[in-house]
T-cell receptor, first 112, second 114 residues
Framework: AQSVTQPDIHITVSEGASLELRCNYS??????LFWYVQSPGQGLQLLLK??????LVQGIKGFEAEFKRSQSSFNLRKPSVHWSDAAEYFC??????????FGAGTTVTVRA | NAGVTQTPKFQVLKTGQSMTLQCAQD?????MYWYRQDPGMGLRLIYY???????DKGEVPNGYNVSRLNKREFSLRLESAAPSQTSVYFC?????????????FGQGTRLTVV
């Protein structure tokens, strides 16, 4: 069965600093990978997705992620964080049976 | 453009009570899903409906039932609520079930069972 690990439960970053969120997946076939963001009291919004092709994927709100098959990773990055980026971020992998498996999430706090 | 709408947003139940969570989408999607979100566990799939007229169990179906009322609506029922079902419930929809399809989420229902 597929699984996703997000090693960092909570990250604090200064506004304007760079951000990297880690995601490792376990899946026997070609992975389909997603990053979602959840702002407080809101549902999940898709930031970006990887299906195939270029391993560097651009998303909304200035985020990007890089797929590294050799490391089974799909880390999310943003060069300069804004206060509005404070949220919880979920990595997910699409499974053979069409069910998304989510990681436990990483909460990002942005300090002024 | 409402997207995925869930009702209610908040609910408190007593142990043993029943209730139905409602979900409707206006994107003409074929597939719909119910997830629960618990701290430190991410989202876990309860049930899903690949298309109108079909439903299948997900990862944590025990204690729940679902109904795909029509293409737009997918409800989740708790027949006899238990404190372990205290959670935030999310409904989602996608154009079809496929690993390369994007899911759109509602804003969630926060359920407390006392």
């Amino acid at each position: 069965a597929q699984s996703v690990t997000q090693p960092d439960i909570h990250i604090t970053v200064s506004e304007g600093a760079s951000l990297e969120l880690r995601c490792n997946y376990s899946y026997g076939a070609t992975p389909y990978l997603f990053w979602y963001v959840q702002s407080p009291g809101q549902g999940l919004q898709l930031l970006l997705k990887y299906f195939s092709g270029d391993t560097l994927v651009q998303g909304i709100k200035g985020f990007e992620a890089e797929f590294k098959r050799s490391q089974s990773s799909f880390n999310l990055r943003k060069p300069s964080v804004h206060w509005s980026d404070a949220a919880e971020y979920f990595c997910a992998v699409g499974a053979y049976d069409y069910k998304l498996s989510f990681g436990a999430g990483t909460t990002v706090t942005v300090r002024a | 453009n409402a997207g995925v709408t869930q009702t209610p947003k908040f609910q408190v139940l007593k142990t043993g009570q029943s209730m139905t969570l409602q979900c409707a989408q206006d994107m003409n999607h074929n597939s719909m899903y119910w997830y629960r979100q618990d701290p430190g566990m991410g989202l876990r799939l309860i049930y899903y409906s690949a298309s109108e007229g079909t439903t299948d169990k997900g990862e944590v179906p025990n204690g729940y039932n679902v109904s795909r009322l029509n293409k737009r609506e997918f409800s989740l029922r708790l027949e006899s609520a238990a404190p372990s079902q205290t959670s935030v419930y999310f409904c989602a929809s996608s154009e079809y079930t496929g690993v390369n399809t994007e899911a759109f989420f509602g804003q969630g229902t926060r359920l407390t069972v006392v």
